[in-house]
Protein backbone atom coordinates (compact mmCIF):
# COMPACT_ATOMS: atom_id res chain seq x y z
CA UNK A 1 0.00 0.00 0.00
CA UNK A 2 2.78 2.80 0.97
CA UNK A 3 4.43 1.31 -2.50
CA UNK A 4 1.47 2.14 -4.51
CA UNK A 5 1.18 5.37 -2.83
CA UNK A 6 4.95 6.45 -3.64
CA UNK A 7 4.00 5.43 -7.14
CA UNK A 8 0.88 7.66 -7.31
CA UNK A 9 2.89 10.57 -5.89
CA UNK A 10 5.76 10.33 -8.32
CA UNK A 11 3.11 10.06 -11.44
CA UNK A 12 0.83 13.17 -9.83
CA UNK A 13 4.18 15.35 -9.74
CA UNK A 14 4.58 15.12 -13.71
CA UNK A 15 1.58 16.72 -14.11
CA UNK A 16 1.05 19.88 -15.57
CA UNK A 17 -2.83 21.43 -14.73
CA UNK A 18 -3.77 23.73 -17.59
CA UNK A 19 -7.05 25.94 -16.34
CA UNK A 20 -9.05 27.87 -18.41
CA UNK A 21 -12.72 28.54 -18.79
CA UNK A 22 -14.75 26.58 -21.21
CA UNK A 23 -13.48 23.83 -24.11
CA UNK A 24 -13.77 25.85 -27.68
CA UNK A 25 -13.39 25.20 -31.42
CA UNK A 26 -9.77 26.85 -31.62
CA UNK A 27 -8.01 25.74 -28.18
CA UNK A 28 -9.00 21.91 -28.53
CA UNK A 29 -5.98 21.88 -31.21
CA UNK A 30 -4.14 24.01 -29.20
CA UNK A 31 -3.95 21.69 -25.92
CA UNK A 32 -3.50 18.67 -28.16
CA UNK A 33 -0.42 19.67 -29.67
CA UNK A 34 0.69 20.69 -26.09
CA UNK A 35 0.12 17.34 -24.92
CA UNK A 36 1.84 15.94 -27.62
CA UNK A 37 5.08 18.55 -26.59
CA UNK A 38 4.48 18.14 -22.83
CA UNK A 39 4.58 13.98 -23.10
CA UNK A 40 8.27 14.38 -25.01
CA UNK A 41 9.49 16.19 -22.54
CA UNK A 42 8.09 13.31 -19.54
CA UNK A 43 5.11 15.81 -18.61
CA UNK A 44 1.52 15.12 -18.68
CA UNK A 45 -1.17 17.59 -19.31
CA UNK A 46 -4.13 18.17 -17.84
CA UNK A 47 -6.70 20.74 -18.64
CA UNK A 48 -9.41 21.58 -16.43
CA UNK A 49 -12.60 23.23 -17.78
CA UNK A 50 -14.77 25.95 -16.00
CA UNK A 51 -17.97 24.91 -17.29
CA UNK A 52 -18.45 22.86 -20.13
CA UNK A 53 -20.15 26.18 -21.63
CA UNK A 54 -22.62 29.00 -21.54
CA UNK A 55 -25.48 29.70 -23.10
CA UNK A 56 -24.26 32.78 -25.31
CA UNK A 57 -21.77 30.63 -27.02
CA UNK A 58 -23.23 28.99 -30.36
CA UNK A 59 -20.29 26.90 -31.11
CA UNK A 60 -20.56 23.18 -31.40
CA UNK A 61 -17.76 20.83 -29.56
CA UNK A 62 -16.90 17.26 -30.13
CA UNK A 63 -14.97 16.27 -27.07
CA UNK A 64 -14.23 13.10 -28.88
CA UNK A 65 -11.56 15.76 -30.47
CA UNK A 66 -9.77 15.86 -27.12
CA UNK A 67 -6.82 14.11 -27.18
CA UNK A 68 -5.63 15.52 -23.72
CA UNK A 69 -6.85 14.71 -20.49
CA UNK A 70 -9.11 17.11 -18.84
CA UNK A 71 -12.26 17.54 -16.81
CA UNK A 72 -14.91 19.90 -16.67
CA UNK A 73 -15.84 21.08 -12.85
CA UNK A 74 -19.42 21.96 -12.13
CA UNK A 75 -18.63 25.69 -11.77
CA UNK A 76 -21.63 28.31 -11.19
CA UNK A 77 -21.12 30.82 -14.10
CA UNK A 78 -22.16 34.51 -13.30
CA UNK A 79 -23.13 37.26 -15.79
CA UNK A 80 -21.57 40.37 -15.08
CA UNK A 81 -23.26 43.91 -16.80
CA UNK A 82 -23.72 41.88 -20.18
CA UNK A 83 -23.15 38.98 -21.93
CA UNK A 84 -19.20 39.34 -22.71
CA UNK A 85 -18.73 39.67 -19.07
CA UNK A 86 -18.86 35.99 -17.76
CA UNK A 87 -17.15 35.04 -14.34
CA UNK A 88 -17.08 31.19 -13.22
CA UNK A 89 -16.88 29.65 -10.29
CA UNK A 90 -13.85 27.38 -10.45
CA UNK A 91 -15.76 24.60 -7.79
CA UNK A 92 -13.80 21.68 -6.57
CA UNK A 93 -10.78 23.20 -8.11
CA UNK A 94 -8.65 23.32 -4.89
CA UNK A 95 -10.03 19.64 -3.76
CA UNK A 96 -8.90 18.43 -7.26
CA UNK A 97 -5.12 20.24 -6.73
CA UNK A 98 -4.66 18.69 -3.65
CA UNK A 99 -5.94 15.24 -5.19
CA UNK A 100 -3.84 15.13 -7.75
CA UNK A 101 -0.61 17.20 -6.48
CA UNK A 102 0.63 18.99 -9.96
CA UNK A 103 3.99 19.70 -10.43
CA UNK A 104 2.93 22.97 -12.22
CA UNK A 105 -0.28 25.06 -12.45
CA UNK A 106 -1.23 27.22 -15.89
CA UNK A 107 -3.92 29.47 -14.35
CA UNK A 108 -6.21 31.67 -17.03
CA UNK A 109 -5.01 34.97 -16.12
CA UNK A 110 -6.94 36.97 -13.38
CA UNK A 111 -9.49 34.83 -13.21
CA UNK A 112 -11.64 33.38 -10.19
CA UNK A 113 -9.73 29.91 -10.20
CA UNK A 114 -5.90 32.37 -10.64
CA UNK A 115 -7.40 34.25 -7.51
CA UNK A 116 -8.59 30.81 -5.53
CA UNK A 117 -4.73 29.31 -6.61
CA UNK A 118 -2.76 32.16 -5.06
CA UNK A 119 -5.23 32.02 -1.94
CA UNK A 120 -3.81 28.29 -2.25
CA UNK A 121 0.01 28.80 -2.34
CA UNK A 122 -0.12 30.81 0.94
CA UNK A 123 -0.84 27.40 3.02
CA UNK A 124 0.47 24.35 0.69
CA UNK A 125 3.69 24.93 -2.10
CA UNK A 126 2.40 25.70 -5.29
CA UNK A 127 4.22 26.61 -8.81
CA UNK A 128 1.39 28.43 -10.93
CA UNK A 129 2.34 30.49 -14.00
CA UNK A 130 -0.71 32.81 -15.23
CA UNK A 131 -1.30 33.10 -18.91
CA UNK A 132 -2.95 36.12 -20.08
CA UNK A 133 -3.97 38.53 -22.79
CA UNK A 134 -4.43 41.38 -21.19
CA UNK A 135 -3.71 44.73 -22.23
CA UNK A 136 -3.82 48.30 -21.70
CA UNK A 137 -5.97 50.29 -22.83
CA UNK A 138 -6.85 54.20 -22.18
CA UNK A 139 -10.47 53.73 -23.14
CA UNK A 140 -10.93 50.91 -20.79
CA UNK A 141 -8.29 51.60 -17.89
CA UNK A 142 -8.36 49.38 -14.67
CA UNK A 143 -9.67 50.30 -11.36
CA UNK A 144 -7.38 50.59 -8.60
CA UNK A 145 -8.65 47.43 -7.06
CA UNK A 146 -8.27 45.57 -10.32
CA UNK A 147 -5.06 47.12 -10.26
CA UNK A 148 -4.24 45.81 -6.73
CA UNK A 149 -5.94 42.18 -7.08
CA UNK A 150 -3.49 41.45 -10.23
CA UNK A 151 -0.64 42.80 -8.62
CA UNK A 152 -0.52 40.46 -6.08
CA UNK A 153 -1.75 37.39 -8.29
CA UNK A 154 1.41 38.29 -10.27
CA UNK A 155 3.75 38.79 -7.07
CA UNK A 156 3.13 35.03 -6.53
CA UNK A 157 3.49 33.36 -10.29
CA UNK A 158 6.32 31.72 -10.71
CA UNK A 159 6.16 32.64 -14.29
CA UNK A 160 3.69 34.27 -17.06
CA UNK A 161 2.51 33.37 -20.63
CA UNK A 162 1.65 36.11 -22.74
CA UNK A 163 -0.61 36.17 -26.20
CA UNK A 164 1.53 38.47 -27.56
CA UNK A 165 3.58 41.83 -27.08
CA UNK A 166 1.34 44.24 -25.70
CA UNK A 167 0.05 41.28 -23.14
CA UNK A 168 3.60 41.10 -22.06
CA UNK A 169 4.44 44.71 -21.35
CA UNK A 170 0.96 44.85 -19.41
CA UNK A 171 2.17 41.76 -17.15
CA UNK A 172 5.81 43.86 -16.52
CA UNK A 173 3.97 47.29 -15.82
CA UNK A 174 2.01 45.21 -13.37
CA UNK A 175 5.35 44.18 -11.87
CA UNK A 176 6.54 40.62 -13.83
CA UNK A 177 9.77 40.25 -14.24
CA UNK A 178 10.61 40.58 -18.05
CA UNK A 179 12.49 37.41 -18.05
CA UNK A 180 9.91 35.26 -16.44
CA UNK A 181 7.33 36.31 -19.42
CA UNK A 182 7.97 34.09 -22.45
CA UNK A 183 4.78 34.81 -25.35
CA UNK A 184 3.03 32.00 -26.26
CA UNK A 185 1.41 33.95 -28.85
CA UNK A 186 -2.41 33.38 -29.25
CA UNK A 187 -3.76 31.82 -32.31
CA UNK A 188 -6.17 28.78 -33.91
CA UNK A 189 -5.52 26.17 -35.89
CA UNK A 190 -4.10 28.12 -39.13
CA UNK A 191 -3.60 25.20 -41.22
CA UNK A 192 -7.01 24.19 -41.17
CA UNK A 193 -7.94 27.72 -42.46
CA UNK A 194 -5.41 28.09 -45.17
CA UNK A 195 -5.68 24.56 -46.56
CA UNK A 196 -9.52 24.26 -46.15
CA UNK A 197 -9.81 27.76 -48.07
CA UNK A 198 -7.39 26.52 -51.11
CA UNK A 199 -9.32 23.81 -51.44
CA UNK A 200 -12.44 25.53 -51.36
CA UNK A 201 -10.84 28.09 -54.16
CA UNK A 202 -9.67 25.31 -56.36
CA UNK A 203 -13.45 23.86 -56.41
CA UNK A 204 -14.56 27.39 -57.54
CA UNK A 205 -15.65 27.87 -61.45
CA UNK A 206 -15.88 31.73 -61.40
CA UNK A 207 -15.74 33.88 -59.24
CA UNK A 208 -18.38 36.46 -57.58
CA UNK A 209 -19.34 39.29 -59.90
CA UNK A 210 -19.35 41.18 -57.12
CA UNK A 211 -16.63 42.04 -54.58
CA UNK A 212 -16.87 40.73 -51.23
CA UNK A 213 -15.85 42.19 -48.05
CA UNK A 214 -16.03 40.38 -45.15
CA UNK A 215 -16.49 40.97 -41.19
CA UNK A 216 -16.65 37.95 -38.67
CA UNK A 217 -17.28 38.39 -35.04
CA UNK A 218 -19.86 39.14 -32.69
CA UNK A 219 -22.21 41.92 -33.26
CA UNK A 220 -21.33 43.94 -29.93
CA UNK A 221 -20.99 47.30 -29.42
CA UNK A 222 -17.13 47.54 -28.68
CA UNK A 223 -16.70 45.71 -32.15
CA UNK A 224 -17.66 49.27 -33.89
CA UNK A 225 -19.62 47.66 -37.00
CA UNK A 226 -21.82 51.32 -36.99
CA UNK A 227 -18.20 52.95 -38.25
CA UNK A 228 -17.82 50.12 -40.72
CA UNK A 229 -21.33 50.77 -42.14
CA UNK A 230 -21.03 54.50 -42.25
CA UNK A 231 -17.79 53.87 -43.80
CA UNK A 232 -19.24 51.48 -46.39
CA UNK A 233 -21.90 54.30 -47.04
CA UNK A 234 -19.27 56.30 -48.52
CA UNK A 235 -18.07 53.74 -50.86
CA UNK A 236 -21.29 53.33 -52.35
CA UNK A 237 -20.87 56.63 -53.48
CA UNK A 238 -17.55 55.36 -55.17
CA UNK A 239 -18.69 52.07 -56.63
CA UNK A 240 -21.67 49.89 -56.28
CA UNK A 241 -19.63 46.24 -57.14
CA UNK A 242 -18.91 45.20 -53.68
CA UNK A 243 -21.52 43.69 -50.85
CA UNK A 244 -20.44 43.32 -47.06
CA UNK A 245 -21.11 39.88 -45.66
CA UNK A 246 -21.41 39.97 -41.87
CA UNK A 247 -20.90 36.95 -40.55
CA UNK A 248 -21.78 36.68 -36.34
CA UNK A 249 -24.46 37.28 -33.93
CA UNK A 250 -24.67 39.36 -31.03
CA UNK A 251 -26.94 42.04 -29.05
CA UNK A 252 -26.32 44.22 -31.41
CA UNK A 253 -27.72 42.95 -34.67
CA UNK A 254 -30.97 44.19 -34.47
CA UNK A 255 -29.69 47.89 -34.12
CA UNK A 256 -27.45 47.21 -36.76
CA UNK A 257 -29.64 46.56 -38.95
CA UNK A 258 -31.89 49.40 -38.57
CA UNK A 259 -28.78 51.44 -39.05
CA UNK A 260 -27.91 49.67 -42.47
CA UNK A 261 -31.98 50.94 -43.40
CA UNK A 262 -31.72 54.58 -42.01
CA UNK A 263 -28.37 54.37 -44.24
CA UNK A 264 -29.95 53.37 -47.08
CA UNK A 265 -27.42 50.90 -47.82
CA UNK A 266 -29.29 47.68 -47.62
CA UNK A 267 -28.12 46.28 -51.03
CA UNK A 268 -24.64 46.57 -50.26
CA UNK A 269 -24.77 44.70 -46.96
CA UNK A 270 -26.24 40.84 -45.69
CA UNK A 271 -26.23 39.82 -42.71
CA UNK A 272 -25.00 35.95 -42.79
CA UNK A 273 -26.03 34.82 -38.91
CA UNK A 274 -23.60 32.73 -36.34
CA UNK A 275 -21.47 29.97 -38.45
CA UNK A 276 -19.53 26.96 -37.63
CA UNK A 277 -15.88 27.01 -37.73
CA UNK A 278 -16.50 24.47 -40.83
CA UNK A 279 -18.77 26.91 -42.17
CA UNK A 280 -16.61 29.95 -42.08
CA UNK A 281 -14.02 28.28 -44.92
CA UNK A 282 -16.64 29.36 -47.72
CA UNK A 283 -16.89 32.90 -46.25
CA UNK A 284 -13.27 33.51 -46.36
CA UNK A 285 -12.60 31.74 -49.47
CA UNK A 286 -14.73 33.74 -51.41
CA UNK A 287 -13.87 37.09 -49.34
CA UNK A 288 -11.65 39.91 -51.31
CA UNK A 289 -10.75 41.94 -48.12
CA UNK A 290 -11.17 41.38 -44.69
CA UNK A 291 -12.14 44.11 -41.91
CA UNK A 292 -11.72 44.39 -37.76
CA UNK A 293 -13.23 47.65 -37.04
CA UNK A 294 -13.05 46.88 -33.18
CA UNK A 295 -12.41 49.36 -30.57
CA UNK A 296 -10.77 47.11 -28.25
CA UNK A 297 -9.83 43.57 -28.18
CA UNK A 298 -7.30 41.90 -25.75
CA UNK A 299 -6.22 39.67 -29.52
CA UNK A 300 -8.38 39.25 -32.23
CA UNK A 301 -8.83 35.79 -33.64
CA UNK A 302 -10.86 35.87 -36.59
CA UNK A 303 -7.87 38.45 -38.12
CA UNK A 304 -5.47 35.23 -37.87
CA UNK A 305 -8.21 33.13 -39.90
CA UNK A 306 -8.66 35.79 -41.97
CA UNK A 307 -4.69 36.13 -42.39
CA UNK A 308 -4.49 32.56 -42.45
CA UNK A 309 -6.37 32.23 -45.32
CA UNK A 310 -4.47 34.98 -47.67
CA UNK A 311 -6.87 37.38 -47.36
CA UNK A 312 -5.80 41.21 -47.32
CA UNK A 313 -6.99 42.98 -43.93
CA UNK A 314 -7.85 46.44 -42.87
CA UNK A 315 -7.55 46.10 -39.01
CA UNK A 316 -7.96 48.22 -36.20
CA UNK A 317 -5.35 49.97 -34.03
CA UNK A 318 -7.47 48.80 -31.11
CA UNK A 319 -6.63 45.05 -31.84
CA UNK A 320 -3.74 43.33 -29.90
CA UNK A 321 -2.99 40.97 -32.18
CA UNK A 322 -2.78 44.04 -34.69
CA UNK A 323 0.62 44.60 -33.12
CA UNK A 324 2.03 41.27 -33.25
CA UNK A 325 0.89 40.05 -36.82
CA UNK A 326 0.36 43.67 -39.07
CA UNK A 327 3.27 45.49 -40.99
CA UNK A 328 1.65 48.27 -41.72
CA UNK A 329 1.19 48.38 -45.83
CA UNK A 330 3.20 45.19 -45.82
CA UNK A 331 0.39 42.50 -45.04
CA UNK A 332 -2.17 44.08 -44.01
CA UNK A 333 -3.40 48.11 -43.38
CA UNK A 334 -3.93 49.82 -39.94
CA UNK A 335 -6.26 52.38 -39.71
CA UNK A 336 -8.24 54.33 -37.23
CA UNK A 337 -11.73 53.42 -38.20
CA UNK A 338 -13.49 56.77 -37.06
CA UNK A 339 -11.33 57.83 -40.25
CA UNK A 340 -14.50 56.97 -42.16
CA UNK A 341 -13.40 58.75 -45.31
CA UNK A 342 -9.78 57.09 -45.04
CA UNK A 343 -11.52 53.67 -44.64
CA UNK A 344 -13.75 53.71 -47.61
CA UNK A 345 -10.57 54.97 -49.69
CA UNK A 346 -8.32 52.01 -48.41
CA UNK A 347 -11.02 49.39 -48.86
CA UNK A 348 -11.66 51.19 -52.61
CA UNK A 349 -8.25 51.11 -53.46
CA UNK A 350 -7.80 47.05 -52.59
CA UNK A 351 -10.66 46.39 -54.62
CA UNK A 352 -9.54 48.52 -57.37
CA UNK A 353 -5.85 46.84 -57.06
CA UNK A 354 -6.67 43.36 -56.90
CA UNK A 355 -2.84 42.23 -57.68
CA UNK A 356 -1.67 44.08 -54.72
CA UNK A 357 -4.09 42.91 -52.61
CA UNK A 358 -3.46 39.27 -53.47
CA UNK A 359 0.63 39.97 -52.72
CA UNK A 360 -0.69 41.52 -49.18
CA UNK A 361 -2.75 38.60 -48.59
CA UNK A 362 0.42 36.21 -49.44
CA UNK A 363 2.47 37.96 -47.12
CA UNK A 364 -0.05 37.71 -44.45
CA UNK A 365 -0.35 33.96 -44.86
CA UNK A 366 3.05 33.97 -44.90
CA UNK A 367 3.56 35.56 -41.19
CA UNK A 368 1.20 33.63 -39.52
CA UNK A 369 2.76 30.27 -41.52
CA UNK A 370 6.12 31.11 -40.02
CA UNK A 371 5.53 33.09 -36.76
CA UNK A 372 2.23 31.97 -35.31
CA UNK A 373 1.35 28.33 -35.36
CA UNK A 374 0.22 26.18 -33.00
CA UNK A 375 3.64 24.78 -32.62
CA UNK A 376 5.61 27.90 -31.76
CA UNK A 377 2.77 29.26 -29.53
CA UNK A 378 2.92 25.50 -27.35
CA UNK A 379 6.80 26.63 -27.52
CA UNK A 380 6.00 29.37 -25.53
CA UNK A 381 4.52 27.56 -22.83
CA UNK A 382 7.42 24.95 -22.35
CA UNK A 383 9.71 27.57 -22.19
CA UNK A 384 7.59 28.92 -19.30
CA UNK A 385 7.18 25.62 -18.04
CA UNK A 386 10.62 24.16 -17.95
CA UNK A 387 12.08 27.69 -16.50
CA UNK A 388 9.72 27.79 -13.41
CA UNK A 389 11.47 24.49 -12.49
CA UNK A 390 15.25 23.97 -13.29
CA UNK A 391 14.85 20.27 -12.43
CA UNK A 392 12.71 20.24 -16.24
CA UNK A 393 16.48 20.94 -17.92
CA UNK A 394 17.56 17.34 -17.59
CA UNK A 395 14.70 16.19 -20.12
CA UNK A 396 15.12 18.99 -22.35
Avoid at 156 to 174: H, S, T, V, W
Avoid at 272 to 286: N, P, S, T, V
Wanted: aromatic letters at 10%; hydrophobic letters at 40%; one cysteine or more.
Amino acid sequence: MCNEIKTMRRENSNKVFLITNIPTPYRIPLFNELDKQLEEKGLKLKVIFGSLGYRHRKWKIDLSECKFDFKILPSQCITLFNHEKVLFTYRGLLRLIKKENPKIVIANAFSIATTKIWLYSWFRRIRYIIWSGAIESKKRPDSKLRKIQRKLLIKRAGGFIAYGKRAKEYLINLGASPEKVEIGINTVDNDFFQRGVEKYRSTLEKRNSKKILLYVGYLVKRKRLDLLLKAIKILATKRDDFILKIVGDGTEKENLIKLVGYLGIARFVSFEGYKQKEELIKYYGEADCFLFPTDFDIWGLVLMEAMAAGLPCIVSFNSGATHDLIIHSNNGIIINFAQLEEVADKINWLLSNPDKAKEIGRRAANLIANCATIGISCGGFLRAILQINKSFQNVT
